[in-house]
């Protein structure tokens, strides 16, 4: 299985574009994934500057982790909206890694990437089975 890599320099690295691209899954579906992976490496940086573990992280320590990014700089071109919208995407994400830690019965801190893209590709399937205006079971 593919450990998740540590550094946040990067959106997704080559391996992780590869597994997610190597699925069936519609684009949404990729889109989604790859967005809770690149979440899953940012919990995982706030959980260990708090000392805690990402299960007990609050919304507004994501927040603040957020705000307090010094690579989402306005003279980047990051803006308090993005800032926003991206403290956003974290917290929504929790929800589907929570979900895929536990089926998998590990710590979220534990989880794969192939373990989380195997639960969205799973999640896409059942959803294209029950009809396109499903979503993902949680």
């Given at each position: 299985?593919?450990q998740l890599?540590?550094?946040?320099?990067?959106?997704?690295?080559?391996?992780?574009?590869?597994?997610?691209?190597?699925?069936?899954?519609?684009?949404?579906?990729?889109?989604?994934?790859?967005?809770?992976?690149?979440?899953?490496?940012?919990?995982?940086?706030?959980?260990?500057?708090?000392?805690?573990?990402?299960?007990?992280?609050?919304?507004?320590?994501?927040?603040?982790?957020?705000?307090?990014?010094?690579?989402?700089?306005?003279?980047?071109?990051?803006?308090?909206?993005?800032?926003?919208?991206?403290?956003?995407?974290?917290?929504?994400?929790?929800?589907?890694?929570?979900?895929?830690?536990?089926e998998a019965d590990?710590?979220?801190?534990?989880?794969?990437?192939?373990?989380?893209?195997?639960?969205?590709?799973?999640?896409?399937?059942?959803?294209?089975?029950?009809?396109?205006?499903?979503?993902?079971?949680?």
């Amino acid at each position: 299985m593919s450990q998740l890599p540590q550094s946040s320099d990067q959106f997704l690295t080559p391996e992780e574009c590869a597994e997610v691209d190597a699925t069936l899954m519609p684009a949404r579906d990729r889109f989604t994934a790859r967005v809770s992976i690149y979440s899953l490496r940012s919990l995982k940086q706030i959980a260990q500057a708090a000392g805690i573990t990402i299960d007990t992280l609050t919304e507004q320590q994501i927040i603040d982790w957020v705000e307090q990014d010094p690579t989402l700089r306005p003279e980047d071109g990051f803006d308090p909206n993005f800032k926003r919208f991206f403290a956003r995407l974290v917290i929504s994400s929790l929800r589907p890694l929570k979900q895929i830690a536990q089926e998998a019965d590990v710590a979220i801190e534990a989880l794969t990437l192939s373990q989380v893209v195997s639960w969205f590709e799973k999640e896409a399937k059942a959803r294209i089975d029950q009809g396109e205006d499903s979503t993902f079971q949680g």
